[in-house]
């Protein structure tokens, strides 16, 4: 009789996880506050980082509006986006909701992204740029852009292209650059290990989820977010990684230890 009532009850919590797995964690949107700088009475520049939103069929708007309406609570100076907006858009289909959505992000510096490797499949590539363009995104590919952030100060905002996809060049990315300070976007976080020697103060990536699925004592790994995979590290020459662990889901449609993230940096320049 005992032997049944363990057998049962470990079947129950079983059955909850696995609910909680794929129709709550999902939806639980973490919002991680971080500060970096030395604090000399400056004001600092709050940065809003969205990744891997992952939209698909199962991904009610209501939860992108959720998103858009805890990034604006945060009052951000600048939004960036490291890329996967769709899961797969040639089964996803319309976007008008997407853009409209993502049009109502408020950031007064800015808004910006980058492709992610989900970007350019799925028929992705064709809409991509329309849909960040018609949202007030700028779409940075191998590119940067000179931010000024007081009268004396600026950032550079670079971004890197896809590098499973597309073609991306370290070169090109940081060829306009006029900044002290530099944060770079990048997809996939292992590329870090060959930007340190850049300059380069922070880099902010998504790609791995987190893992999305967390077990005890094993952590699934994406190609190229495989070293890297979530948070915070801290590389040479004074070069900080945050590798953003997303929104949304791919494959599997459960988050379990890796809730949905938005991440706000507090940037003392």
Not at 46 to 64: A, C, F, G, R
Not at 112 to 122: E, K, L, Q, R, T
Not at 236 to 258: C, D, H, M, Q, S
Request: proline share 4%; no cysteine.
């Amino acid at each position: 009789m005992k032997k049944r009532y363990i057998v049962s009850l470990l079947f129950l919590i079983a059955i909850s996880l696995v609910l909680y797995a794929f129709f709550i964690e999902p939806k639980r949107i973490v919002v991680h506050n971080y500060t970096l700088g030395n604090n000399e009475g400056q004001q600092p520049v709050k940065v809003v980082q969205l990744s891997d939103i992952h939209i698909q069929e199962n991904y009610p708007t209501t939860q992108l509006e959720k998103i858009v309406n805890k990034v604006n609570q945060e009052k951000p100076d600048i939004i960036v986006f490291t890329g996967d907006l769709f899961d797969n858009y040639a089964k996803y289909g319309p976007a008008d909701e997407v853009t409209a959505a993502l049009s109502r992000l408020e950031a007064p510096l800015g808004k910006f992204a980058v492709w992610g490797n989900h970007d350019y499949g799925g028929a992705a590539a064709h809409v991509y740029p329309e849909i960040l363009a018609a949202s007030g995104f700028q779409l940075l590919e191998n590119s940067g852009v000179n931010v000024s952030i007081t009268n004396e100060k600026s950032i550079y905002l670079a971004g890197l292209d896809d590098s499973l996809l597309g073609n991306s060049s370290i070169s090109d990315t940081l060829a306009e650059r006029q900044s002290d300070y530099t944060i770079l976007l990048s997809h996939e976080p292992d590329v870090a290990d060959m930007l340190t020697d850049q300059n380069i103060q922070l880099i902010l990536s998504g790609h791995s989820h987190g893992g999305q699925v967390k077990l005890p004592f094993f952590t699934i790994k994406n190609v190229l977010s495989e070293k890297y995979f979530e948070r915070f590290y801290q590389l040479e020459n004074n070069t900080t990684l945050y590798v953003n662990t997303g929104l949304g889901t791919t494959k599997i449609p459960a988050r379990f230890r890796v809730p949905p993230e938005i991440a706000v940096f507090n940037l003392y320049v």
